[in-house]
């Protein structure tokens, strides 16, 4: 199987842990593309009553187009399960999240929810987090110099650019990524304090002592961890 079929893998795996009534965060991203679509499955042939949070303009659209009733992380009293992708996933189930772009609606939704899922192919996991640049969100205005503190630091940082215009990657809520190009995080927890200590900093990419459970695509079949908390 090839990534793209370990991506689809997870994602119908994980409907599999849906049950009917529940609120749902719905990720983005192509892995959480393959979830949304056997969800929506599901829900059509069962005719289960599932209420979607999506993470991102991209997911809404999709969950929309669907069918599956959504509201805004406002409207619930509670959200069940989120499933969503990852980027890179430590050997202790720490998560750099981001690469989408939507890491700020991703981490609300889930900080938000009862239980957290991740589903991810087996390329995303690591020993330790940095392989995949961490993306920060900044606020337009002073992110130069927020980029120039980080760069002083040794942090490495490149504006994220959207590949369609080439300009600055603007996000759902209009601001812009800056990926830190680090290879290797010793001290997550410490780089998480100081980069959201960081006036500017709507949020950064790590995703810390969060998951629940995580599914991996392997070529002998997807594996299911839970996670202790
Ligand atoms: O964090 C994310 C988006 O902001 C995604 O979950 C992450 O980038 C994984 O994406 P994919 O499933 O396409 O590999």
Known sequence: MNQDQLKKLVGEKSVEFVEDGMVLGLGTGSTSEYM????????????????????????????????????????????????????????????????????????????????????????????????????????????????????KKGLNPKYMIDPETNERLRTDSNNYIINLHLHEIDHPHTLANYLINQVGVVEQGLFLDMVNTVIVGRQDGPEIIQVKR
């Open 36 to 151: 949304i679509d056997a969800l929506g499955k599901r829900i059509r042939e069962e005719k289960l009553n599932i209420i979607g949070v999506t993470t991102s303009k991209r997911t809404a659209r999709q969950a929309q187009s669907l069918g599956i009733p959504l509201k805004s992380v406002d409207e619930v009293d509670h959200i069940d399960l989120t499933i969503d992708g990852a980027d890179e996933i430590s050997s202790d189930f720490q998560g750099i999240k981001g690469g989408g772009a939507s890491l700020l609606f991703e981490k609300i939704v889930a900080i938000n929810s009862d239980k957290v899922m991740w589903i991810v192919d087996e390329s995303k996991l690591s020993p330790k987090l940095g392989s995949f640049p961490l993306p920060i969100e900044v606020i337009p205005y002073g992110s130069q110099k927020i980029f120039d503190r980080l760069e």
